[in-house]
Nanobody, 124 residues
Protein backbone atom coordinates (compact mmCIF):
# COMPACT_ATOMS: atom_id res chain seq x y z
CA UNK A 1 0.00 0.00 0.00
CA UNK A 2 1.47 3.29 -1.11
CA UNK A 3 1.62 6.02 1.49
CA UNK A 4 3.06 9.47 2.02
CA UNK A 5 2.93 11.14 5.41
CA UNK A 6 3.91 14.65 6.47
CA UNK A 7 5.31 15.84 9.75
CA UNK A 8 6.92 18.96 11.16
CA UNK A 9 4.24 21.61 10.94
CA UNK A 10 3.64 24.10 13.73
CA UNK A 11 3.39 27.74 14.70
CA UNK A 12 6.15 30.32 14.35
CA UNK A 13 6.50 34.07 14.25
CA UNK A 14 7.24 35.91 11.05
CA UNK A 15 10.88 35.56 10.10
CA UNK A 16 11.13 32.15 11.73
CA UNK A 17 11.84 28.75 10.21
CA UNK A 18 10.19 25.36 10.01
CA UNK A 19 11.24 22.09 8.46
CA UNK A 20 8.60 19.79 7.04
CA UNK A 21 9.29 16.16 6.32
CA UNK A 22 7.49 13.67 4.12
CA UNK A 23 8.00 9.93 4.51
CA UNK A 24 7.04 7.73 1.58
CA UNK A 25 6.48 4.00 1.72
CA UNK A 26 5.07 1.08 -0.19
CA UNK A 27 4.78 1.62 -3.91
CA UNK A 28 6.14 5.17 -3.60
CA UNK A 29 9.81 4.34 -3.69
CA UNK A 30 12.79 6.68 -3.80
CA UNK A 31 12.60 7.03 -7.59
CA UNK A 32 9.30 8.92 -7.47
CA UNK A 33 8.81 12.62 -8.05
CA UNK A 34 7.93 14.22 -4.72
CA UNK A 35 6.34 17.60 -4.23
CA UNK A 36 4.99 19.99 -1.65
CA UNK A 37 1.71 21.82 -2.08
CA UNK A 38 -0.14 24.14 0.23
CA UNK A 39 -3.68 25.31 0.69
CA UNK A 40 -4.85 28.28 2.70
CA UNK A 41 -8.49 28.61 3.79
CA UNK A 42 -10.67 29.69 0.88
CA UNK A 43 -7.85 29.34 -1.65
CA UNK A 44 -6.85 26.77 -4.23
CA UNK A 45 -4.16 24.23 -3.51
CA UNK A 46 -0.91 25.46 -5.03
CA UNK A 47 2.40 23.85 -5.81
CA UNK A 48 5.35 25.02 -3.71
CA UNK A 49 8.29 22.85 -4.75
CA UNK A 50 9.07 19.52 -6.35
CA UNK A 51 12.03 17.24 -6.84
CA UNK A 52 11.63 15.02 -9.87
CA UNK A 53 12.83 11.47 -10.35
CA UNK A 54 15.85 12.73 -12.30
CA UNK A 55 16.77 15.16 -9.52
CA UNK A 56 15.35 18.27 -11.21
CA UNK A 57 14.14 20.76 -8.62
CA UNK A 58 11.43 23.33 -9.20
CA UNK A 59 10.06 26.09 -7.00
CA UNK A 60 7.12 28.38 -7.34
CA UNK A 61 8.05 32.04 -7.74
CA UNK A 62 6.77 33.20 -4.36
CA UNK A 63 9.30 30.98 -2.58
CA UNK A 64 11.96 33.44 -3.75
CA UNK A 65 14.90 31.58 -2.25
CA UNK A 66 13.30 31.13 1.17
CA UNK A 67 12.42 27.43 0.84
CA UNK A 68 14.64 24.46 0.02
CA UNK A 69 13.42 21.01 -0.98
CA UNK A 70 15.72 18.03 -0.46
CA UNK A 71 15.49 14.30 -0.78
CA UNK A 72 17.10 11.52 1.25
CA UNK A 73 16.93 8.45 -0.96
CA UNK A 74 18.19 6.10 1.74
CA UNK A 75 15.31 7.05 4.02
CA UNK A 76 12.83 7.72 1.21
CA UNK A 77 11.98 11.10 2.66
CA UNK A 78 11.62 14.58 1.23
CA UNK A 79 12.06 17.67 3.37
CA UNK A 80 11.02 21.25 2.89
CA UNK A 81 13.13 23.74 4.80
CA UNK A 82 11.26 27.01 5.12
CA UNK A 83 13.10 30.14 6.24
CA UNK A 84 12.04 33.75 6.67
CA UNK A 85 8.43 32.68 6.94
CA UNK A 86 5.70 35.22 6.36
CA UNK A 87 2.10 35.29 7.59
CA UNK A 88 0.94 34.61 4.03
CA UNK A 89 2.81 31.28 4.17
CA UNK A 90 0.22 30.04 6.67
CA UNK A 91 -1.56 27.06 5.17
CA UNK A 92 -1.96 23.33 5.30
CA UNK A 93 1.05 21.82 3.56
CA UNK A 94 0.66 18.57 1.66
CA UNK A 95 3.18 16.09 0.36
CA UNK A 96 2.43 14.51 -3.01
CA UNK A 97 4.06 11.83 -5.13
CA UNK A 98 3.95 10.58 -8.67
CA UNK A 99 6.21 8.43 -10.79
CA UNK A 100 7.18 11.52 -12.85
CA UNK A 101 6.35 15.22 -12.74
CA UNK A 102 8.03 17.18 -15.54
CA UNK A 103 7.01 20.71 -16.42
CA UNK A 104 3.53 20.26 -14.91
CA UNK A 105 4.92 19.60 -11.42
CA UNK A 106 2.80 22.42 -10.01
CA UNK A 107 -0.52 20.89 -11.10
CA UNK A 108 -2.18 18.82 -8.41
CA UNK A 109 -3.86 16.53 -10.95
CA UNK A 110 -0.38 15.29 -11.84
CA UNK A 111 -0.04 13.44 -8.52
CA UNK A 112 -1.38 10.02 -7.60
CA UNK A 113 -0.51 9.96 -3.91
CA UNK A 114 -1.22 12.53 -1.23
CA UNK A 115 -0.58 12.91 2.45
CA UNK A 116 -3.12 14.17 4.98
CA UNK A 117 -1.42 17.53 5.39
CA UNK A 118 0.32 19.38 8.18
CA UNK A 119 -0.60 22.84 9.43
CA UNK A 120 1.81 25.76 9.28
CA UNK A 121 0.83 28.97 11.05
CA UNK A 122 2.95 32.11 10.86
CA UNK A 123 2.03 35.00 13.11
CA UNK A 124 3.01 38.61 12.52
Amino acid sequence: RAQVMESGGGSVQAGGSLRLSCAASGRVDNTYCMAWFRQAPGKKREGVAAIDNDGTINYVDFVNGRFTISKDKSRNTVDLQMNNLKPEDSATYFCAANFWCGSTWHEELRYSYWGQGTQVTVSS
